[in-house]
């Protein structure tokens, strides 16, 4: 906020200096040093752009809206360079914490796809008495590491729903919520705290749900088309009734534990980071047409874009 109201008394200043007045800055005496001036002016016009990615603070001066359209795909950019590093890293964590992990039974040896939740992997020792350190450190670390850093990616992509804006933060709590749920399983491991642990599993997946209907159903048209809202809905629903019918039939004895939950939630997790890819290009997409628009277009449109 503080940029947002130092920075047109800023402007004023060097637009009154460059036409040979010298108008009092702020409301102080005219013996206001020009340096300083600059310096205030510099300082507010490089934080409004950070400030104006904070949910709320959505109101910018006319003559800043350029400078704040220019600089914020830049800040998109980065983040979506992360999100994709990471996603495409965690596979590679995951895969040496398999190779790392000593087996959950005596007569089984090594991590059983079908039969071993992924969780085993983040376990300080195994059921069987096995020290588990190493598949343990690197999981956990993974885990926790990939899930923080899609935090700012669910904030900017939430920016891009239509409709009001409770809408965009009851989107951006959903996705935020089963990121940080996720990183309470990665620091409570299933051999230490069960309770606590299954407690983070259950709330993350309940929470994305929704998150994820909502980022499909209500983007930007130009993000999102319609015959991709369609095929996502329907495979969503499609999937929700399947797990919900098989847990019943389990809970009945009619199928078994082992492999039905244990392949359900691999099913889940390759569902997740399938749809997150195919998010991260689609907003990569929308940012490079987006950028490709004349100056004196886009860069009101990204503006008004935030605007409740």
């Not at 996705?175 to 399983?185: M, N, Q």
């Not at 996502?232 to 009945?252: D, H, I, M, N, Q």
């Amino acid at each position: 906020m503080f940029a947002a109201f130092i920075a047109p008394a800023a402007y004023k200043t060097l637009a009154g200096r460059a036409k040979g007045k010298s108008p009092a800055p702020f409301g102080v005496a005219a013996g206001w040093k020009p340096a300083i001036t600059i310096q205030v002016a510099t300082v507010s016009l490089s934080l409004s752009p950070l400030l104006s990615c904070i949910p709320g603070v959505t109101y910018l001066p006319p003559y800043m809206r350029p400078l704040v359209a220019k600089q914020r795909p830049d800040l998109h950019r980065t983040v979506v360079l992360v999100v994709l590093a990471t996603t495409l890293a965690f596979p590679l964590a995951l895969s040496a914490a398999i190779a790392c992990y000593p087996g959950r039974i005596e007569s089984a040896h090594g991590y059983r796809f079908w039969n071993d939740f992924l969780s085993a992997l983040g376990e300080t020792r195994t059921p069987a008495g096995h020290d588990n350190f190493r598949a343990c450190l690197i999981f956990n670390i993974a885990l926790a590491m990939a899930m923080l850093a899609v935090i700012p990616y669910w904030h900017i992509r939430s920016d891009c729903l239509r409709g009001p804006k409770v809408l965009r933060w009851l989107t951006f709590l959903c996705c935020t919520g089963f990121s940080l749920g996720i990183v309470g399983v990665a620091t409570t491991p299933y051999n230490l705290h069960p309770h606590l642990h299954n407690g983070c599993v259950y709330t993350a997946f309940a929470v994305i749900v929704p998150g994820i209907l909502l980022l499909v159903l209500g983007s930007d048209p130009l993000l999102v088309g319609r015959p991709y809202r369609v095929v996502w809905a329907v495979f969503a629903t499609a999937l929700l009734v399947t797990e919900w019918l098989l847990g019943r039939l389990v809970s009945y004895h009619v199928l078994p534990y082992d492999p039905v939950q244990p392949t359900l939630q691999k099913i889940n997790a390759a569902v997740f980071f399938a749809w997150l890819l195919a998010d991260v290009w689609l907003f990569n997409a929308y940012l490079n047409r987006r950028e490709a628009e004349p100056p004196h277009r886009s860069a009101v449109f990204r503006l008004q874009q935030r605007e409740p």
